[in-house]
């Protein structure tokens, strides 16, 4: 009898740790953070084009269930804290049905992340290294934006890292209609990588910092109050909203998902070689990326998935050259073709005047007690990184009483408009398209001709600065640092000098049909809108403010003025 009556209570004990975990596994399916997982994956912008065709995939995603691996909760447990990673990697009940959920129920869904994984992984990891971050974070998207650039949440948070519209603001994104940096791999994750580091620097616990990704760190504050002060994330679980709840434990799911997602038979979707072989080429605005595609004959749909951040289809004018993601084996055909792909027919000839011509608005913003770079950003509609640059901040801390310099663009009137003729140009540049429209004015000789010529800038490498640092700190690419050096692989030394192109400058001389003065090896350099001595000191290796009023006296009688054409010694 006492045997009967023990089986029996055995049986019950199973039936309900069974039920328990199904109930739990059915509530997980349903939970808001999977289901906004499975709406990004389903509306992707990625074409299947792109990735191994569906049914090389469905032998993965179908294989059969009694074949794949199953773990006890001890064996679950070790294999977690078996996966490398500073983020503790805490095994729950939960946890273990979301691990279910991604390995055996949405295989579809890994197969593609395993494939943009392939191609943003790499991005990822550098810019965590970069700041000391746990490399683990790169799983962070996973769960954000199922690994997709053009997800849009419902409360409108977009990209890889669903960064909102005034955080992404607030990390120096450039946010506008042409442009949308948050959909951008590289910046936003540069963003996201800062967001995560002033998080921790509050928090000193990652569990709390991913709970403040999501809800922000004022939900977490009032969950550290409520629980009576405990910083731990399972303490204060009951009082975060209720998304936030899960979002630690789907994050450690998916961590150990695509960490040991061959053990489970899944594969990836495998991206084409295109999608991740790609580097960067400075390009003027406007210019349609339909133009360039047909032009160098890629895929539209191609160039559009390379470059997100292009909200409407075109390349937009900026200062230095917009940086335009290109497979490297159509590099060749865009450099034989560039004359044709800068002169756009798709474009309005009156739009592209509009935007060489913009002006420079100069105002200036007293700073007040409690005030941030992040707000006067905010209330400009800039970045605080071109504060920064205006101001020559080497940090992001400000005094009350300091005195900041805002530059705003404004278009002029239509009649104070160069002409199409004056402004259009083949072989344009960024900063020549500046010059063209100062170069109408009466102050440049008639007969000079215009020359291109490289810009070049002295880099001293310093203990613990890496090549992908430095491309990033000159706004270039490592592989472009490389060929200017004629490095042979990424290895830099401690007091290396490197040689870095930082743009191109236009230079007005004499037209060969005049005698050209052999004796003046110097460059003529015509002021464009914005421009100051020290600005302009800072495009020149060893000039000085002393020097340019030397070798150009008239600059001592007066400023400077757009058109002025300034002799500067080689």
């Given at each position: 009898m006492k045997k009967l009556i023990f089986s029996c209570w055995a049986l019950f004990c199973s039936f309900s740790v069974a039920f328990s975990q199904d109930f739990v596994t059915e509530r997980c399916e349903l939970d808001p953070v999977m289901k906004d997982i499975d709406s990004m994956y389903y509306v992707t912008f990625t074409k299947d084009k792109f990735y191994l065709p569906q049914w090389e995939l469905e032998q993965y995603i179908n294989f059969p269930q009694d074949q794949l691996p199953r773990y006890t909760d001890n064996e679950m447990f070790l294999r977690l804290q078996e996966i490398p990673a500073v983020i503790p990697m805490t095994y729950t009940r939960e946890v273990k049905s979301f691990i279910d959920?991604?390995?055996?129920?949405?295989?579809?869904?890994?197969?593609?992340?395993?494939?943009?994984?392939?191609?943003?992984?790499?991005?990822?990891?550098?810019?965590?290294?970069?700041?000391?971050?746990?490399?683990?974070?790169?799983?962070?998207?996973?769960?954000?934006?199922?690994?997709?650039p053009h997800a849009v949440s419902r409360a409108g948070a977009t990209g890889l890292w669903q960064l909102m519209f005034g955080t992404g603001k607030m990390l120096g994104l450039e946010i506008n209609s042409f442009v949308d940096e948050r959909r951008d791999p590289k910046r936003s994750t540069e963003a996201a990588v800062n967001y995560l580091k002033q998080m921790y620097d509050?928090?000193?616990?990652?569990?709390?910092?991913?709970a403040a990704y999501n809800s922000g760190?004022?939900?977490?504050?009032?969950?550290?109050?409520?629980?009576?002060?405990?910083?731990?994330f399972w303490t204060i679980m009951p009082y975060l909203p209720a998304e936030t709840r899960s979002y630690v434990p789907i994050y450690i799911a998916a961590?150990?998902?695509?960490?040991?997602?061959?053990?489970?038979?899944?594969?990836?979707?495998?991206?084409?070689?295109?999608?991740y072989a790609v580097d960067t080429i400075?390009?003027?605005?406007?210019?349609?990326?339909?133009?360039?595609?047909?032009?160098?004959?890629?895929?539209?749909?191609?160039?559009?998935?390379?470059n997100p951040s292009l909200r409407a289809g075109v390349v937009p004018f900026t200062q230095n050259g917009f940086p335009l993601n290109l497979p490297v084996n159509y590099f060749s055909t865009f450099e034989a073709r560039r004359n044709e792909i800068l002169n756009d027919p798709l474009m309005a000839q009156q739009d592209v005047v509009m935007a060489i011509t913009a002006t420079p608005k100069i105002i200036f913003e007293i700073v007040k007690k409690g005030w941030s770079l992040q707000r006067i950003?905010?209330?400009?509609?800039?970045?605080?990184?071109?504060?920064k640059k205006w101001n020559g901040l080497r940090s992001d801390h400000i005094h009350p009483g300091a005195k900041l310099k805002i530059i705003q663009q404004v278009a002029p009137s239509s009649a104070e408009q160069t002409t199409p003729q004056t402004a259009t140009a083949s072989n344009s540049t960024p900063e020549a398209d500046s010059l063209i429209a100062s170069a109408s004015t009466e102050n440049i000789p008639a007969k000079t001709e215009k020359k291109y010529e490289p810009v070049y800038s002295t880099h001293t490498v310093k203990s613990g600065e890496v090549l992908g640092k430095i491309a990033d700190r000159y706004n270039t690419t490592t592989s472009e640092i490389m060929r200017q050096n004629k490095l042979h692989s990424s290895r830099i030394n401690v007091g290396q000098k490197l040689k870095i192109k930082t743009g191109e400058k236009v230079v007005y001389v004499q037209a060969p049909s005049k005698t050209i003065n052999k004796d003046?090896?110097?460059?003529?350099?015509?002021?464009?809108?914005?421009?100051?001595?020290?600005?302009?000191?800072?495009?020149?290796?060893?000039?000085?403010?002393?020097?340019?009023?030397?070798?150009?006296?008239f600059?001592?009688?007066?400023?400077?003025?757009v058109g002025d054409v300034l002799k500067i010694a080689l």
């Open positions: 959920l991604f390995v055996y129920k949405r295989r579809a869904l890994m197969t593609r992340m395993l494939a943009n994984a392939q191609i943003y992984f790499p991005l990822f990891e550098e810019a965590l290294d970069k700041k000391g971050l746990p490399l683990e974070l790169k799983y962070l998207p996973i769960i954000e934006s199922a690994m997709n509050i928090y000193g616990d990652w569990h709390l910092v991913l760190p004022g939900n977490v504050n009032k969950a550290i109050a409520r629980s009576g002060g405990s910083r731990n961590t150990y998902a695509m960490f040991y997602a061959n053990d489970y038979s899944l594969k990836s979707a495998e991206p084409k070689r295109e999608l400075k390009m003027p605005g406007k210019i349609s990326l339909a133009h360039i595609a047909k032009t160098i004959e890629i895929p539209l749909d191609e160039l559009q998935f390379l950003a905010a209330k400009y509609a800039c970045s605080v990184a071109e504060l003046c090896n110097c460059i003529e350099y015509v002021v464009q809108p914005g421009d100051t001595l020290w600005s302009i000191t800072q495009k020149y290796d060893g000039l000085t403010v002393q020097k340019l009023k030397s070798e150009n006296e600059i001592q009688q007066r400023p400077i003025k």
